[in-house]
């Protein structure tokens, strides 16, 4: 395995940094249109939204069912929204759909509906299916000796689901070096620490003896780093799956939620809103 | 006062320097009032020493924390992974534990539906499922997060028992008179927002009863969860109307109390059934098998879901929809009967 160094210009990081708050910002927004929502989990995945789809995917948002588009899915599925105001920006659907978020009837929901949203590639909601979901996209894709890849989201809470593992095996004996799985470190899960309820660290080791290939990423914040880790897991070069351990802070950008595993769900009644926002606008 | 509510939510981050609406995972809990297995279990669990609680990274929402807090030795937090727990429920039941298993209908009754089959069903083992957030209840979240299949899996495993306890009283009254049961029981619960229906224990509860809550000769509605609650309105708009529904809470749905649907059958000119579940293999495939099998010529109207994923939308906002709540079930039955 050997580490590409892609690095960001100034002004790349400048406009990926943009980019991130507007992710934040939003899911602020929209959750106070839901009138409850998914801090914790959609904050610490940020910078690697934007990195994978400003700098690193292959998608064309004019056709969202380009055969040869890379594919990106959501394990962690209750952090969607932080992906759709990156589809929306991007152009794969109008940002008005964004206001309709969680109302009767709306193609947004609190979990992505592959149905529904123009830009997502599966569906999902309950923890777990979708690394075996882009198994069965990379061998698909490997069949058919398409170029693209396939990106997973996966939480660290995710981990003890024991689809996982299966879906891990199948992805290491097969060799899918089209497959990447992002490992959202934040530490946290819905009813505490994950260290507290089920540690499953040390994740290096496990996905190692599961045939894969593991990226470190020590800061998933920061941009030029969870950039040239992503790069070098899609486009370095590999015989087998990686998977991006990418060490990140559970509600990051928002003081008062940073590392708690409160905020896996919350709501922020008007002042918390504003003091949320004034930090994100910072 | 509830335990839960006397108690401090001493783990929240939301201080009084917190906007007064704000709320986290932990103010999140105080919502679900009528979730009161953690309490109930406490209180069982001070009498013998059998009673262990498991869940999967969800002991906030379905509230058995509080049981954690009184017996932290006999709370098990299995993190992510309910088949697992299952396997493992089955396991302690096997050596001399009643193991109750708290999670959401969703992951519970489908994603470990093998497990509760053979490891607990075909075992014939006392493991106990506290099934909650059936039905829409997870409005927004999606169909991922609905659980409108459960009842229709799950009704085909043999030696299972199915309870739907609709409020706190319900829910309390059905732990206590089923701990000493000799197999497993799916208690199939709500959200734990819904507007209580009993203020009192139901008379004659038994494995295979129901409970009538009030009576009329035009038509009966079997209900079941937050349905029941909507039935009692749609009665309450028809009175007006001259049309006397009969309401029945179907509280366990396996095995039906088919005399009461005899009864039905024979004393009210029209049958309905309302659930918040696929209409097929839910409550009203069930009324249906009982009335084919009396030969009855009562005609049968099953109000649910139409063989359908819900769309997405806040829960009030689904019932509507999908004419669930009291002015839908009003409407059917208004047209049926004209």
Known sequence: MTTTTLSLSTDERATLAEKA??????????????????????????????????????????????????????????????????????????????????????????????????????????IGHNLSVSVGMALALRLRKSPARVVCML???????GQIWEA?????????????????????????????????????AKYRAFGWDVVHLRDGHDLQA??????????????KPVVVLADTIAGKGVSFMEHAWQWHLGYLGPRDYERAMKELEA | MTTADTRPLLESTVTAEFDERSWD????????????????????????????????????PTRVIDFGRAFPERYYNFGISERNMVGAAAGMASAGMLPYVSGYACFLALLAADQIRLDVCYTKLPVRFLSTHSGLTMGFYGSSHHATEDIGAIRSFANLTILAPIDAVALRQALVATVDHPGPIYFRLGRGRETPVYDAPIPEYRIGGSHRLRDGTDATVFATGICVDFALQAARLLEAEGIALRV????????????????ACLETRHVFTAEEHNVIGGLGSAVAEVMAEVGTATRLTRIGMQDAFSILGPPTHLYKNYGLDGEGIAKTIRTALA
């Open chain 1, 21 to 126: 708050r507007m992710v934040r910002t939003e899911v602020v927004r929209l959750t106070e249109i839901a009138g409850s929502g998914h801090y914790g989990s959609a904050f610490s995945i940020a910078e690697l939204l934007v990195a994978l789809y400003y700098k690193l995917l292959r998608v064309r948002p004019n056709a969202p069912q380009w055969a040869d588009r890379d594919r990106f899915t959501m394990g962690k599925g209750h952090a969607a929204i932080a992906v759709y105001p990156i589809l929306a920006d991007l152009g794969f659907f109008p940002a008005s759909d964004l206001d309709t978020y969680t109302r009767l009837g709306s193609p947004l929901g609190d979990h992505p509906d592959m149905r529904k949203v123009k830009g997502a590639d599966f569906s999902s909601g309950s």
């Open chain 1, 155 to 161: 939480g660290d809470g995710e981990q003890g689901e």
């Open chain 1, 168 to 204: 891990a095996a199948s992805a290491g004996y097969r060799k899918l070096s089209n497959l990447v799985a992002i490992v959202d470190r934040n530490e946290v899960e819905s009813d505490d620490r994950c260290d507290a309820i089920l540690d499953m660290e040390p994740l290096d």
């Open chain 1, 226 to 239: 969870v950039t040239a880790a992503l790069d070098d897991a899609l486009n370095g070069w590999h015989d």
């Open chain 2, 25 to 60: 995972m932990v103010g999140s809990l105080a919502l679900s009032k009528q979730l009161v297995s953690g309490e109930v279990l406490i209180e069982l669990a001070r009498r013998r020493d059998d009673i262990v609680v498991l869940t999967a990274d969800l002991g906030r």
């Open chain 2, 248 to 263: 029945v809470d179907a509280y366990s749905l396996k095995p039906l109390d088919a005399d009461a649907v005899r009864g």
